[in-house]
């Protein structure tokens, strides 16, 4: 089974066509999709227990640590499946890389399908310059540290075996971090993973979450947190 991990907050006008578009492309997968409510305060909870009546694949849990890291460790210990995936509420995401994502795991026993938004085959739309600009050189900047040419590490949109996962907790970021976190310690600890171009489209409904100033420091943090935990392994090796 695929677990999809959709951590929400305030997030009410986008989540009928979320339910909506899982619900007509994803009809021949095993799977299930827990969103997970980070402290909305606005009728998003609500909303989603309405519009996922009747729907078995669909689970709506409430995150019990403010912030992108409590609910994705949340996601992840109450998930069912093999596979587990994360995906943002924006609408960003290709749906059809979610289903390539989960064939190529299956395929030659991968622990992680790493997509990337920056390579000759993908597909780029609407991406805020300046975002841009700044995503590029941090990407390429941790890219340097850790002697790795893999080139969107940020973005939360991947998909790994629930097993490494466990692996490799506890997650500790609290914030948009933890997407930095996971892959550099799946990238760091050699686990197997494949690189392939993805497709995004910037968000059409409700406003971004993600505040560059104020995450700065954060993503800083968990490089310098990650770079040593690195050099402590190859050190016990």
């Not at 994705?72 to 998930?79: D, M, Q, W």
């Not at 395929?107 to 597909?123: M, P, T, V």
Request: net charge positive; glycine share 6%.
């Amino acid at each position: 089974m695929l677990s999809i991990l959709i951590p929400v907050r305030n997030e009410s006008d986008a989540l009928e066509d979320i339910i909506e578009h899982f619900s007509k492309n994803l009809i021949n997968l095993n799977h299930e999709v827990l969103i997970i409510n980070d402290f909305s305060e606005d009728d998003t909870l609500i909303k989603i227990e309405n519009l996922i009546l009747g729907k078995s694949n669909f689970r709506v849990l409430n995150n019990t640590k403010k912030g992108l890291g409590g609910a994705i460790n949340l996601g992840i210990r109450e998930s069912k499946g093999k596979n587990i995936a994360i995906m943002m509420a924006d609408g960003s995401d290709d749906i059809n890389d979610l289903i390539n994502y989960n064939k190529l795991i299956n395929s030659d026993n991968y622990d992680a399908i790493l997509g990337s938004r920056f390579l000759k085959e993908s597909k780029v739309i609407d991406y805020p310059f300046q975002k841009l600009i700044l995503n590029r050189l941090f990407n390429y900047f941790v890219g340097l540290v850790f002697w790795n040419k893999y080139n969107d590490y940020t973005n939360a949109f991947k998909i790994y075996k629930k097993s490494a996962l466990i692996e490799i907790s506890p997650l500790i970021s609290e914030s948009f971090n933890i997407f930095l976190e996971i892959p550099l310690k799946i990238i760091s600890r050699k686990y197997n993973y494949k690189i392939i171009p993805i497709s995004w489209i910037g968000r059409k409904k409700g406003a971004s979450k993600f505040k560059i100033k104020e995450l700065g420091s954060k993503y800083l943090f968990t490089l310098i947190y990650c770079f040593i935990e690195k050099n402590l392994l190859n050190i016990k090796k």
